[in-house]
């Protein structure tokens, strides 16, 4: 069965600093992966998604992820954040990308910036 | 364009009681989804409408849950009757023909 695993629940950084968020998945075949934010209030965000090609995925307001098939992982990444990114983040995966079908979610990391 | 909606934002309401969540999704898309989220825990798929059938309901929880979709356009979650373990938020969300799906802001339900 497909699965996601967020592995940091709460991370804090300071201002400026960079950001990576961690996202592995369980999924036999190739797997189809987003990443999600939710800010206060807000509904879901996409920032990405993975379906094919180059593994180096960019997305919105600046952040990326990389597809590491060998470690399943799919770790979003921004070299320098604003306050404006506190929120939740989530991973998710889906069985196809092409036809629409259920798309499964990590747990979630939530992201406090620190000024 | 207008992005999915729903209503309410927020419910409270009694144990037993009824509520109905109703999703509006982006005109045009024939794919209409309903997800929850209990306790901070993972977001959780319940179900899948293509126009107004279900294609997929696996994710429903007990039969305390009907999902509709009558004309292919809006659908309403009806929890009848609602017991303590249904607070949470729950989302909608559509899409064209793929999977790049548009979510909703969420009704946050809560149940005393």
């Known amino acids: 069965a497909q699965s996601v695993t967020q592995p940091d629940i709460h991370i804090t950084v300071s201002e400026g600093a960079s950001l990576e968020l961690r996202c592995n998945y369980s999924y036999g075949a190739t797997p189809y992966l987003f990443w999600y934010v939710q800010s206060p209030g807000q509904g879901l965000q996409l920032l990405l998604k993975?379906?094919?090609?180059?593994?180096l995925v960019q997305g919105i307001k600046g952040f990326e992820a990389e597809f590491k098939r060998s470690q399943s992982s799919f770790n979003l990444r921004k070299p320098s954040v604003h306050w404006s990114d506190a929120a939740e983040y989530f991973c998710a995966v889906a069985s196809e990308y092409s036809s629409a079908s259920k798309i499964i979610f990590g747990s979630g990391t939530r992201l406090s910036i620190r000024p | 364009e207008a992005g999915v909606t729903q209503f309410p934002s927020h419910s409270v309401i009694e144990k037993g009681q009824t509520v109905t969540l109703r999703c509006d999704p982006i005109?045009?898309?024939?794919?209409l989804y309903w997800y929850r989220r209990v306790m901070g825990k993972e977001i959780k798929f319940l179900l899948h409408f293509v126009k107004e059938s279900k294609q997929d309901e696996s994710g429903m929880p007990n039969n305390r849950f009907l999902a509709e979709r009558t004309g292919g356009t809006y659908s309403t979650l009806k929890v009848q009757p609602a017991e303590l373990e249904d607070s949470g938020v729950y989302f909608c969300?559509?899409?064209?023909?793929?999977?790049?799906?548009?979510f909703g802001p969420g009704t946050r339900l809560t149940v005393l």
């Open positions: 005109s045009g898309h024939d794919n």
């Open positions: 969300a559509s899409s064209l023909f793929d999977n790049e799906q548009f």
């Open positions: 993975y379906f094919s090609g180059d593994t």
